[in-house]
């Protein structure tokens, strides 16, 4: 073995690596086509959500009452609403609204859950009883019911519809969290860090989070697919986002009394649920291989 | 810096099991003392007692004179280091070396961050541009020489071997034994080492307990192997085995 003295050399920047593992995550998706079309469409969700005031051929909220329920056509892609507004319009401003749930719940949740098992797990004993006893009662009841039942206590709003998602979505990434830790628990490196002194957070924090979170986040991309179906559940049922918003779930709801002779007027939002849920999921199935740490940092 | 360890009739039960009835030894500073016996026997339980990696145990253990109980943490964790017996387990699979060796810096808030894990690495011969690898991307060997440069890297007087050549390959085995015994030769370290192995035992150690049960039953010199003086009978009897099982190889 020969011994390199590097140490005059400048340090590699530590931003480097994550770039690389970032690099090597994305090459890794795009080379399974599930994956790919995931990734391409929920690029296209967010380019959508990001110029929508471009891409929007009218203004979402502009009622022409003389042109109601007209079927899709040159001047109106997808038709228009019983109001007479563009679906087309609405659909690519209602992305920002779908984005803005996904994107609220998930900081919310992830943190949330990751917190509560790591801490729970790490632990042990009364504080693991604890913990998930409150998770077991959350847990317990169907999400959906119980977010109907914050926001009818909350009232019926966007906002509170992202808060009683996020409060019945964190049980599940808890459960997977403590699932981890456990197992890590008794790893020698944990013994390795407590020799070497250090604190409970400071073990959580470097020692036992990183190992959870590729789990965590896998489980948190499967997850916004149910995300965005209870946020449209609740639109649908007058508990989330309240009009005149273009949310998705909402806009099917009102169109539901016009379906059978007017069928865009529910196909092209259930489309656009369907096909952003489709690619969280498979998504979520790609970042499974990705997040392999062998994948992750090979040359 | 060297440091004495005497442990005074350590006991310590897993819920009925009584793992450790009553342990008591004492090494001398600078001295490589050895645990042997079969698996379960406790040997492991004791290092891990005295590190206060477990700390319901009964008794007594004194690093330099000191009661570890009564050493704060900071202090206790620049004197007594441990080296473990699997080093694809010891590793945090997500750290590089860098951060894995800068870690009890941080933590003990030591300067010339770059200056002590060079010196480090070097000490356990591992190129510097090792740093930014990762565990998966080194041999076992390599892992084992890591952990040992975390474990000097607090400049710690007593080292505690885990089996720390039972995961290795025969030819990496010898490698690992002759670097802790140059850093012994250099920085007059204590060893307590464990291991089932009598040959390593002879390589490295002056003198050995055997223990079986969680009791020793033995102390003895390390030339008592060779000629398998051991008065204890169990103690005779795992003599005769290994020396049995050499003579077979």
Known sequence: ?299 | MTASVSIDKMGIRFGSVQVLPEVSLEVGAGECFGLVGESGSGKSTVLRCLSLLLDNWSGEARIGGTSVRALDVMTRCRTVQMVFQDPYGSLHPRHSVRSTLSQPLAIHKLDAVEDRMAQAMTDVGLPLDFLDRYPHQLSGGQRQRVAIARALILEPQVLLLDEPTSALDVSVQAEILNLLQRLRAEKGFTYLMVSHDLAVVDHMCDRFAVMQAGNIVDILPRDAIVGNDARHPYAHELIAASLRYERAL
Not at chain 1, 38 to 66: C, E, K, M, R, W
Not at chain 1, 147 to 169: E, H, K, Q
Not at chain 1, 262 to 282: E, K, Q
Request: glycine letters at 8%.
């Open chain 1, 1 to 299: 073995m020969t011994l390199t003295n590097t140490a005059s050399q400048p340090r590699k920047k530590p931003h480097a690596q994550w770039l690389r593992a970032g690099m090597n995550i994305l090459r890794f998706l795009l080379h399974s086509p599930p994956s790919a079309f995931g990734l391409t469409v929920l690029a296209a969700l967010a380019l959508t959500a990001l110029f929508a005031p471009l891409i929007a051929s009218h203004d979402p909220y502009l009622q022409d009452l003389g042109n109601a329920l007209a079927a899709p056509s040159r001047a109106h892609y997808f038709g228009t609403d019983e109001l007479g507004r563009d679906i087309f319009s609405r659909l690519v401003f209602g992305a920002r609204i779908t984005l803005t749930i996904v994107f609220l719940v998930t900081i919310v949740v992830g943190p949330v859950g990751l917190f509560v098992g790591s801490v729970a797990g790490f632990y042990g004993g009364r504080v693991d009883t604890i913990l998930m006893r409150v998770t077991d009662i959350f847990l317990s009841f169907p999400s959906l019911i119980l977010s109907l039942a914050f926001v009818a206590a909350l009232g019926p709003s966007l906002n509170n519809a992202i808060i009683a998602i996020s409060l019945t979505a964190w049980p599940p990434i808890a459960r997977l969290a403590r699932a981890e830790t456990l197992t890590l628990r008794a790893a020698d490196y944990i013994a390795a860090a407590r020799l070497q002194g250090a604190s409970p957070s400071r073990i959580i924090w470097h020692s036992i989070v990183p190992m959870c979170l590729p789990s965590v986040l896998i489980r948190l991309t499967l997850n916004m697919a149910t995300v965005i179906l209870t946020a449209a559940g609740l639109g649908f049922l007058g508990l989330g986002a309240q009009p005149p918003l273009p949310e998705w779930g909402a806009m099917i709801a009102t169109g539901r009394r016009h379906m059978i002779d007017s069928w865009w007027l529910v196909t092209f939002p259930g489309l656009a649920i369907l096909s952003v849920s489709l690619a969280f999921n498979l998504l979520g199935d790609g970042l499974r291989d990705a997040l392999d740490p062998k994948q992750m940092n090979k040359r």
